[in-house]
C-alpha cells in the first residue's frame, strides 16, 4: 500500500490553528506536533510552509491550490470549539485540496445521536442511547453503570470519572452538570467495563485497517478510572497519562476478535466516509466489538494509537504522513 508510486509531490501548507486565549500548556503541545510533522516533511523532501491561523484563512489568497497542498490541522477557527468542519468547508470554496475528512464528515461527526443512529440503521455493532436535555428525564434510564457524553462535543472532551453513572440521581446530576457546564444536552448509554480498542483505518477506495491498539486499564481497580478521559489524554501530570497502558500487537491478535474489531472498522470508515484516515474506537460485549466513537482526522503523534499501530505493520511516521500526503494528493486539481 505505502510503496505505491507517487503520483504527486506538492507542495505543503501545514495549517493549523492558535488561539491567544490557549493555556501554555496547550500551545506547547500544539508545537510540539507541528515540529514533529515539520521535520517529516523536510526529511522527505517536501518543500513546505507551517501557516498559523486564528480567525481568517486570509493567508491562502497568495496560493495556487494546483501547486499546494494543505496538511489539515486546524480544529477551530475565530476561537470557537469544534468548528474544523468551518475551516474545511472554506478550504473547500477556495479550490484546495487538504488531508483528512471532508466538512460533511466532520460536522457529521461532532453529532453523537445522529452518529449513533445511522451505525444503528446500517445494523453496525453500538449499544442503545438516549438523549437527555433535563435531569428529570434520568428515571426513564435503568441500565447502569451508564455514561454520560456530552452529546455534540469532540472526542474525549467532557469526559472524565464521574460521567460514569451508577443510579438514576447520580445521572439526574451529571446531565444537569453537561448541560450548566457545557450548555449541551447528554448521550447516555451502557458503560462497558471491558476490553477497549481502537482500530485506525488508512485509505481511500481499498481502505486498510491496521492492527487493533488495546488500551489496558488493569492498573486501576475502580470502574470509574477505567475509562481514557480528556484530562487523562492530554495532562502529563494526571495518573491516567502515565498508567493507562496502549499495547499493540494486543491479546486480540491471538483471538478471533481481531479480524471482527478490522471487520467492523473498516465498515464504519466507509459508512461515514472518512478519507485518508480515521479511527475507530471500540469496547466489547461478549465476543462482540460495540461502536464507541467514529473518529475522522485522529491524533498523529509518536505515541498515538495510530503510530502505534503502525510501527507494528513495520511503518515509521514519515512514512504515513507521506502515504496520506499521497492519497490527498489525488484529489488536487488540475
Sequence with gaps: MLDAQRQRHPKIILLYNESPDWPDSDKAWTGRMVNMLSSALLEEGYEYQPLKIFDTLAELDRCDPREWLIWNWAEEIGGQPWTDSVVAAELEQRGFAYTGSSA????????????????????????????????????????FPALVKGANQHGSFGIEGDSIVLDTDQLARRVAYVRDRYNDA???????????????????GRPEAMPPVEYDYSAFADMRDRLFTYQWKYDDTARGYHEVKLRCPSLAD???????????ALEAYRAFGLSDYGRIDMRMLGDEPQILDVNPNPDIDYTSALMLSARTKGLTYNQVAAHIIELAAARMPG
Excluded at 491471538?254 to 467492523?264: I, N, S
Design 254 to 264: 491471538e483471538h478471533p476478535w481481531k479480524t471482527r474489531l478490522e471487520a467492523v
Design 186 to 204: 447528554s448521550l447516555v448509554e451502557q458503560f462497558l467495563d471491558t476490553r477497549e480498542f481502537h482500530v485506525a483505518v488508512l485509505g481511500n
Design 104 to 143: 460533511e464528515a466532520l460536522a457529521f461527526s461532532l453529532n453523537r445521536m445522529g452518529v449513533k443512529s445511522r451505525l444503528q440503521t446500517l445494523n453496525l455493532p453500538t449499544l442503545p442511547a438516549k438523549l437527555f436535555t433535563d435531569p428529570a428525564q434520568a428515571k426513564e434510564w435503568s441500565i
